[in-house]
């Protein structure tokens, strides 16, 4: 048995937590535990921010499905897609958006360029991503050799957040080596 609350164990993480230049947008999902699923993966990978397009469910709702974790991550709320897009290029975001089509790239073969901040984009469970944010985006798909096409989107959100980090740690990581390589030669 635990001898420590949720909230007692989180604050005893929080001095030590990492966070990347990544954040995952959310398209006014039909079931809030999709969102509150997606706010407990950001804390969990560390990305700065949850941006939910349309209406975010009241907060004692979300502390619920998120594990309590939405005293952790920032949530920023934009009315609509286009709102949403604004906000991206005045603070010049790279958009990824996790949608099967035509030009979408595997996840496998993708790599992440940290040059500016990242948002995932995650579509409507439904509807998927709006056209107009696909259109200003690259797209990833994540390869499903099994009998289903189609993962629940905060299962993709989970996955794309996990293989973001990866990515950004094993970039930083050659980075740190590459100058202490530098140095030891060329002091």
């Not at 001898?3 to 398209?27: G, H, L, N």
């Not at 809030?32 to 397009?53: E, K, P, T, W």
């Not at 995932?120 to 696909?134: A, F, L, M, R």
Request: proline share 5%; net charge negative.
């Amino acid at each position: 048995m635990r001898d420590k609350t949720r909230r007692e164990r989180y604050e005893e993480k929080k001095p030590s937590a990492k966070t990347y230049p990544i954040s995952i947008a959310t398209v006014n999902f039909m079931h809030d535990g999709n969102l509150g699923y997606l706010i407990r993966s950001a804390a969990c990978f560390g990305a700065q921010c949850v941006h939910v397009i349309g209406s975010v469910p009241h907060p004692r709702i979300l502390r619920a499905l998120s594990g309590t974790l939405t005293d952790y991550v920032q949530l920023k709320r934009h009315s609509n897609p286009t709102a949403f897009l604004e906000h991206t290029k005045e603070n010049d975001i790279k958009l990824i958006s996790a949608e099967i089509n035509d030009v979408a790239v595997s996840i496998e073969k993708y790599r992440f360029d940290f040059d500016k901040p990242v948002c995932i984009v995650v579509g409507h469970e439904e509807t998927g991503i709006p056209t107009e944010i696909i259109k200003q985006s690259d797209s990833v798909y994540i390869p499903m050799p099994g009998v289903g096409f189609c993962l629940n989107t905060s299962q993709a959100g989970n996955i794309m957040l996990y293989e973001a980090v990866k990515q950004y740690e094993a970039q930083s990581r050659f980075l740190e080596e590459w100058i202490e390589e530098c140095y030891i030669h060329h002091p």
